[in-house]
């Protein structure tokens, strides 16, 4: 069965430190994808990043950069420089293939609650 | 480009009614996903359909069912509503045909059942 951790509930930080929000997969696939979610208070899931099984090159968009290690079976994510618009639940998710049917859905983590304090 | 649209954004109902979301997703896109967020279980995954078809289920009791149009816009009905399927319900598509093209999500209809 699929599994996505992401042991901090919540994060509290000041503005400008950087922060890193932590997330474990388990998977038996060996083709698999990985995302980030940011859901803020408004509510809609904004799609960050998607990363796929067999790419480990970590990924970095402005302020934002990923950590992929299949090794520990980890996909972090890290904000630079925090500001309080970042303040938000992230939800890590891994696609779970449904077989024969080119179906998949996504596995979500618990989400992490990130406070950015000006 | 207009992104998912659900509507009713907010439903009030009480036990044993039933209930019909609405979902319109992207243009061009042909998967429909719906999601069931709570404070205690999170984010589980409903079902999803493409072409009109349902091509995949959570594990969600009967009474939570769907269908898609031809234009690819989807509904989601609950029948026979309980206490606890109050929640917020997410609509996603994506262009996906096969494989693991990122889904974006619409604002949620948020369902309170009394």
């Known amino acids: 069965a699929q599994k996505v951790t992401q042991a901090q509930t919540e994060i509290s930080v000041v503005e400008k430190e950087d922060v890193t929000l932590d997330c474990v997969y388990e998977t038996r696939d060996t083709t698999y994808y990985l995302f980030w979610y940011k859901q803020p208070p408004s509510g809609e899931l904004v799609f960050l990043i998607r990363r796929n099984s067999f790419d480990e090159q970590n990924e970095i968009s402005g302020r934002y950069s990923w950590n992929f290690q299949k090794s520990t079976s980890s996909f972090n994510f890290t904000i630079t420089a925090s500001q309080v618009v970042d303040s938000a639940v992230y939800f890590c998710?891994?696609?779970?293939?449904?077989?024969?049917?080119?179906?998949?859905?996504?596995?979500f983590g618990k989400g992490t609650k990130l406070s950015v304090i000006p | 480009k207009a992104g998912v649209t659900q509507t009713p954004r907010y439903l009030i109902k009480t036990r044993g009614q039933q209930v019909t979301l609405s979902c319109s997703p992207i243009s061009g896109h042909r998967s429909v996903s719906w999601y069931q967020q709570t404070p205690g279980q999170g984010l589980q995954f409903l079902f999803e359909?493409?072409?009109?078809?349902?091509?995949n289920k959570g594990n969600f009791p009967g009474r939570f069912s769907g269908r898609q149009f031809s234009n690819s816009r989807s509904e989601m009905n609950v029948s026979t509503l309980e206490l606890g399927d109050s929640a917020l319900y997410l609509c996603?598509?994506?262009?996906?045909?096969?494989?693991?093209?990122?889904?974006?999500f619409g604002p949620g209809t948020r369902l309170t059942v009394l």
């Open positions: 359909y493409f072409s009109e078809t349902q091509r």
């Open positions: 996603a598509s994506s262009r996906s045909e096969t494989g693991h093209n990122e889904q974006f």
């Open positions: 998710a891994l696609s779970d293939p449904y077989s024969g049917a080119g179906s998949y859905q996504l596995t």
